[in-house]
């Protein structure tokens, strides 16, 4: 299993929160903050709970800082110039 949620589409962030026994829409939190807004450390996910961010941060579930990240904005703003 890749741990790297950068990598994960929706649908698997999913699955992952409902395998944590966490509350479904905390998975839309965590896609949003990972693709939106480019986050790259569990703990900048503000709106997760202290526990809910530690439980992920211990499961090894982390992001891959060598991975480039695409923010939404830069994306729109590429798509734009064409």
Do not use: H
Request: net charge positive; with cysteine.
């Amino acid at each position: 299993m890749d741990k790297d949620l950068k990598c994960k589409t929706f649908p698997e962030i999913e699955k992952l929160v409902a395998q944590m026994q966490q509350k479904a829409y905390w998975a839309g939190y965590i896609f949003n903050f990972i693709q939106a807004r480019g986050v790259n450390d569990i703990s900048q996910i503000g709106t997760l709970s202290k526990d809910f961010r530690k439980e992920l941060a211990e499961g090894a579930i982390l992001f891959r800082s060598s991975r480039p990240s695409i923010n939404l904005l830069t994306l729109t703003a590429r798509l734009n110039m064409f």
